[in-house]
């Protein structure tokens, strides 16, 4: 508590803010300035005006969008080694493979990639408007990275063909459900409603009632009348489910689901990255330059 309140004070004195994700320890969930989605995070910095400093306490490819969309302002991630691993699994190699394996069909890239992948795309996507970028291009194929379950989901909902790239990407947190556990629960809780992130395998999310975004599951939840929900996304966004619905049930469809990346963020770090504004996100002008382009493109689409 006396972290939470030093924090604050450096924040005042430092004028800055911080933006956590929705799957940051609730600690950090509960000091922070703004809580959101991948888009709503990157809209929020990119519209930032008044601070100067942006604690981005998620994961290295949100705080990466933060340094393009606002070049002016100091982004700072407080660790360092929080970084997603399905970011890291579209290279700019498997990019260029694809391009030359399917000429001129557009490449749309999941937030969730290194600036040098976004550099190669043609348009950014989040897991909140896929459906729609995709289905906003003229194109009725389109390659697509690095998730391929979100790839799954955007083909389902489009009928458009997806092409996943690389083959076999995919986020280790979200492939730990599997639908034998939320058969149970639903035999358990039959009245309960099932919500689940594009992450999770299309097995799993054949069994949803809603399939969403990380904001969009809390907006979801808050509007259903259902009074129990299992929910089929990283543990941290039960934090803000249940403040925001005391009198509902929410049941985290695995219990084991946590991103260790996004668990890097803790207090002492936050506030360490704060007092010695430290690890400053840097993206190479040139790498910046096209990275925004295909961001800027998907905020178009609004
Ligand atoms: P959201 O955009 O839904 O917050 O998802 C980001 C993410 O990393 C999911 O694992
Ligand atoms: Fe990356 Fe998965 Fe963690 Fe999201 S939950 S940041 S996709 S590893």
Redesign the pocket.
């Known amino acids: 508590m006396i972290l939470a309140e030093e924090i604050a004070k450096l924040k005042k004195e430092k004028n800055a803010i911080i933006l956590a994700?929705?799957y940051q320890r609730p600690e950090v969930q509960d000091m922070a300035d703004y809580i959101g989605?991948?888009?709503e995070l990157s809209r929020k910095a990119m519209e930032e005006l008044e601070a100067k400093i942006i604690v981005f306490a998620a994961v290295d490819f949100m705080a990466e969008s933060a340094a393009i969309l606002n070049p002016e302002k100091k982004v700072l991630l407080p660790s360092p080694g929080a970084r997603?691993p399905m970011a890291q699994m579209l290279t700019v190699e498997e990019i260029k493979r694809a391009k030359t394996q399917h000429p001129g069909v557009p490449v749309v890239v999941y937030v969730?990639t290194l600036a040098k992948a976004k550099a190669q795309s043609d348009i950014c996507c989040?897991?909140?408007n896929a459906v729609q970028v995709v289905a906003s291009l003229k194109a009725d194929k389109v390659l697509f990275g690095p998730d391929r379950n979100l790839a799954e989901y955007v083909q389902r909902q489009t009928g458009k063909t997806v092409i996943p790239i690389p083959e076999w990407g995919f986020?280790p947190t979200?492939l730990l459900f599997q639908p034998e556990d939320i058969q149970i629960l639903k035999i358990e809780q039959p009245h309960a409603v099932v919500l689940v992130?594009p992450?999770c395998t299309s097995e799993v999310q054949k069994m949803a009632d809603f399939v969403g975004?990380?904001?969009q599951i809390c907006r979801y939840a808050k509007k259903s009348c259902a009074k129990t929900l299992i929910v089929a996304t990283?543990e941290g966004v039960l934090h803000r489910l249940r403040k925001d619905n005391p009198e509902k049930t929410f049941i985290l469809a695995y219990a084991g689901a946590v991103c260790p990346n996004m668990k890097l963020n803790t207090l002492e770090r936050i506030y360490a990255s704060l007092k010695e504004e430290k690890y400053v996100v840097k993206v190479p002008a040139p790498i910046a330059k096209k990275a925004r382009k295909a961001l800027e493109r998907m905020f178009e689409l609004r």
Request: glycine share 0%; with cysteine; net charge negative.
């Open positions: 994700h929705n989605d991948s888009i997603c969730n989040t897991s909140a986020c979200h992130h992450e975004s990380t904001s990283e």
